[in-house]
């Protein structure tokens, strides 16, 4: 069994927390974590949460103790493990993210296009912040980013700070055990040549029990494959599987026709679904995390970074897919910039598996949304206006130059409050 000293949640006000603090209680038998560190910047939401987990680490019957601080040195003093999972600005601005693009005919989405932009901008100067703390505080601990985008904001950390940091997403496990029940077998007996970037990746090949798969898996996609969102033509044509995000940058028209027809963008109804979640959380006889909570998104994160915890502490050596520095692991984007493929997790750490060249299919999508992420990481970093600009030109999703700077111009304005690297005028005026 694997005992962990402390592990620091920051954003431990989020509704995800039970969700993460339940993967510890299921995983019982193979962990044993003393102390769950939660930190918000929210105290009311903090008292909620943290109340919910403490009543459900007791009713597991665990010796684990469950603190709450909105001191962010007093969380990550001595962690063995840091956990990230923030949304600067909250749900608010998830849901200007997603309309101001909408006005103009463009997807609105938090991880995607411009909202993917401004959520990484918004994020980029707090979680650099957070660094220099566990930096001080706990410079051995593993830093594991949950916080969107996944994949920019680990290649931030990568390549502007010493923090051993790794990126995770719940998309690849969700499609794991997809595929796993498609072939009813354990996720263990499921292997995907998943290649690509955070939330633009595509499955080259799949493995179950050692036997490829893929014709099978494409004949049930010509059957009508439930819940998968791609045409027959379409995977045929590019010869390999898009995953669930692809369908923003596959069908963008459809998609912004498919928001305006719902009338509410998803951060709208997220939000109504966490005050929901709140109220629950706060009733003191809730002892297990709730059914509603997988409506809210992140099914399988707390499965995901359990996996990934045990197997850097137990030296598993086993594979999972991560976000990580290509180092090479595809050879048609910087080595430097993070991507996310299977890697072997053990006590050394991640490393990628070399997973060749991208198919000449969606090399050149992967490689735009690449670049794209490359001009947001300086942007974010430096405040640059020009970065700034090419970041949003670069965005496969921003059709002209013209628009670029429209929607540069409108949502820098609307999320100024949380952008001190683009106005720095605004700090020195805060003194």
């Given at each position: 069994?694997?005992?962990?000293?402390?592990?620091?949640?920051?954003?431990?006000?989020?509704?995800?927390?039970?969700?993460?603090?339940?993967?510890?209680?299921?995983?019982?038998?193979?962990?044993?974590?003393?102390?769950?560190?939660?930190?918000?910047?929210?105290?009311?939401?903090?008292?909620?949460?943290?109340?919910?987990v403490e009543r459900m680490v007791r009713h597991a019957g665990l010796s684990t103790r469950v603190?709450?601080?909105?001191?962010?040195?007093?969380?990550?003093?001595?962690?063995?493990?840091?956990?990230?999972?923030?949304?600067?600005?909250?749900?608010?601005?998830?849901?200007?993210?997603?309309?101001?693009?909408?006005?103009?005919?463009?997807?609105?989405?938090?991880?995607?296009?411009?909202?993917?932009?401004?959520?990484?901008?918004?994020?980029?100067?707090?979680?650099?912040?957070?660094?220099r703390d566990v930096e001080q505080r706990a410079p051995d601990a593993w830093f594991i980013n949950?916080?969107?985008?996944?994949?920019?904001?680990?290649?931030?950390?990568?390549?502007?700070?010493?923090?051993?940091?790794?990126?995770?997403?719940?998309?690849?496990?969700?499609?794991?055990?997809?595929?796993?029940?498609?072939?009813?077998?354990?996720?263990?007996?499921?292997?995907?040549?998943?290649?690509?970037?955070?939330?633009?990746?595509?499955?080259?090949?799949?493995?179950?029990?050692?036997?490829?798969?893929?014709?099978?898996?494409?004949?049930?996609?010509r059957e009508g494959l439930p819940f998968y969102p791609f045409d027959a033509d379409l995977v045929?044509?590019?010869?390999?599987?898009?995953?669930?995000?692809?369908?923003?940058?596959?069908?963008?028209?459809?998609?912004?026709?498919?928001?305006?027809?719902?009338?509410?963008?998803?951060?709208?109804?997220?939000?109504?679904?966490?005050?929901?979640?709140?109220?629950?959380?706060?009733?003191?006889?809730?002892?297990?995390?709730?059914?509603?909570?997988?409506?809210?998104?992140?099914?399988?994160?707390?499965?995901?970074?359990?996996?990934?915890?045990?197997?850097?502490?137990?030296?598993?050596?086993?594979?999972?897919?991560?976000?990580?520095?290509?180092?090479?692991?595809?050879?048609?984007?910087?080595?430097?910039?993070?991507?996310?493929?299977?890697?072997?997790?053990?006590?050394?750490?991640?490393?990628?598996?070399?997973?060749?060249?991208?198919?000449?299919?969606?090399?050149?999508?992967?490689?735009?949304?690449?670049?794209?992420?490359?001009?947001?990481?300086?942007?974010?970093?430096?405040?640059?206006?020009?970065?700034?600009?090419?970041?949003?030109?670069?965005?496969?999703?921003?059709?002209?130059?013209?628009?670029?700077?429209?929607?540069?111009?409108?949502?820098?304005?609307?999320?100024?409050?949380?952008?001190?690297?683009?106005?720095?005028?605004?700090?020195?005026?805060?003194?």
């Amino acid at each position: 069994m694997a005992v962990i000293g402390k592990i620091a949640v920051i954003g431990g006000g989020s509704t995800y927390t039970p969700e993460l603090v339940d993967g510890f209680i299921v995983h019982r038998d193979e962990v044993q974590v003393e102390e769950i560190a939660l930190h918000d910047i929210d105290l009311e939401r903090l008292e909620v949460v943290g109340g919910l987990v403490e009543r459900m680490v007791r009713h597991a019957g665990l010796s684990t103790r469950v603190t709450r601080t909105t001191e962010r040195a007093v969380a990550l003093q001595g962690a063995a493990f840091v956990i990230s999972q923030i949304r600067v600005g909250g749900m608010a601005a998830r849901i200007r993210d997603e309309k101001i693009p909408l006005a103009h005919g463009v997807v609105g989405q938090e991880t995607t296009g411009p909202g993917g932009t401004l959520k990484a901008w918004r994020t980029i100067p707090v979680v650099l912040d957070i660094a220099r703390d566990v930096e001080q505080r706990a410079p051995d601990a593993w830093f594991i980013n949950f916080t969107n985008p996944s994949g920019i904001i680990t290649e931030t950390l990568l390549k502007h700070t010493p923090l051993k940091a790794v990126g995770l997403c719940n998309n690849p496990i969700n499609f794991t055990r997809f595929i796993a029940g498609l072939f009813g077998v354990p996720d263990e007996a499921v292997f995907l040549e998943w290649v690509g970037l955070n939330h633009v990746n595509w499955i080259r090949r799949v493995y179950v029990q050692g036997r490829d798969v893929s014709a099978d898996l494409m004949a049930r996609v010509r059957e009508g494959l439930p819940f998968y969102p791609f045409d027959a033509d379409l995977v045929e044509a590019l010869g390999v599987f898009p995953t669930w995000y692809l369908q923003y940058y596959y069908y963008p028209d459809r998609k912004v026709g498919e928001i305006r027809e719902a009338g509410k963008t998803r951060g709208e109804v997220v939000m109504k679904g966490e005050q929901d979640l709140l109220r629950k959380y706060a009733d003191p006889s809730l002892v297990v995390k709730p059914p509603e909570l997988s409506q809210r998104g992140g099914a399988l994160y707390s499965e995901a970074a359990v996996r990934l915890i045990l197997s850097l502490v137990l030296d598993r050596q086993d594979v999972q897919i991560v976000d990580v520095r290509n180092n090479g692991a595809i050879p048609d984007l910087p080595a430097d910039g993070v991507v996310e493929v299977p890697c072997v997790i053990g006590a050394h750490g991640v490393t990628p598996l070399q997973m060749g060249p991208l198919p000449e299919t969606v090399r050149p999508l992967c490689q735009t949304v690449k670049a794209w992420e490359t001009w947001t990481v300086e942007a974010g970093v430096t405040g640059s206006r020009r970065a700034a600009l090419l970041a949003m030109v670069t965005n496969p999703l921003v059709r002209s130059v013209d628009l670029a700077r429209t929607l540069l111009k409108e949502m820098l304005e609307a999320n100024r409050e949380h952008l001190p690297q683009f106005f720095p005028e605004d700090a020195d005026e805060r003194g």
